[in-house]
């Protein structure tokens, strides 16, 4: 059985939509926002669900962080597809940084998403005509909306894109041993927060079309 994840209705609406009557077995679960909801409902869900769960694919928006002059950066609408997740801002918070724990007393804080669902999803993608970035997701507690923590962010971790839930998905979907594949269509850059060009709906709508596509093709 796959699940199908996201943040919000919002999100999972568009999906529950395009998903049809046949096909592979899907179930759904909308997470919440942030880590912790996420952490608390999947691990409720997969302790108490009936069904045996091989696959999470977690979808949703993402903010794309500026990358440095010469590297490909992802636009508003472009589809990315996670290599690793981290917990970005896990640690002291200071003014120009965040000064990050010992491992010792927050375990691991790099997850690795699976390579072979990583793989089956580009080609999916690349078979339908749509391109997609690869490489890290940066998972944080509160929202950037500064130019300056952001390219923090992006140079400490090399991020591509920054969410709030799925190192969240990562971790437990490690603990209870399911292959999961992240998904992100970006709906705005991390930059000086600016919500009026924002293109939150639009992001919703495509991240579910590329989800249940993908989902939809790992049955053939």
């Known amino acids: 059985m796959i699940l199908a994840l996201a943040a919000t209705q919002i999100e999972m609406q568009p999906f529950l939509l395009q998903w049809p009557g046949t096909g592979p077995s899907c179930l759904t679960l909308v997470t919440g ?43 508003l609408l472009d589809i990315c597809l996670a290599e690793q997740e981290v ?37 999916i993608l690349a078979e339908a005509g749509g391109p997609c970035f690869c490489g890290m997701f940066v998972t944080v507690n509160a929202v950037t909306a500064t130019r300056a923590r952001g390219d923090m962010l992006q140079h400490r971790w090399q991020g591509v894109c920054e969410n709030m839930e799925g190192a969240a998905v990562a971790r437990v979907c490690r603990e209870f041993a399911i292959p999961c594949l992240e998904l992100r269509v970006i709906s705005n850059y991390v930059e000086d927060r600016k919500p009026e060009n924002w293109r939150l709906r639009e992001a919703c709508l495509k991240a579910a079309q590329s989800a249940a596509l993908i989902i939809k093709g790992m049955s053939v």
């Open 87 to 123: 917990v970005g801002d896990l640690g002291i918070c200071l003014q120009d940084g965040v000064e990050y724990l010992d491992r010792s007393l927050t375990g691991d804080l790099t997850f690795q998403l699976d390579p072979g669902l990583l793989g089956i999803g580009r080609k």
């Open 33 to 75: 926002v942030g880590p912790m909801e996420t952490a608390l409902r999947l691990t409720r869900f997969l302790s108490e669900t009936g069904q045996r769960i091989h696959t999470a694919v977690n979808f949703g928006i993402g903010g794309a962080y500026l990358q440095p002059g010469g590297q490909l950066q992802p636009e």
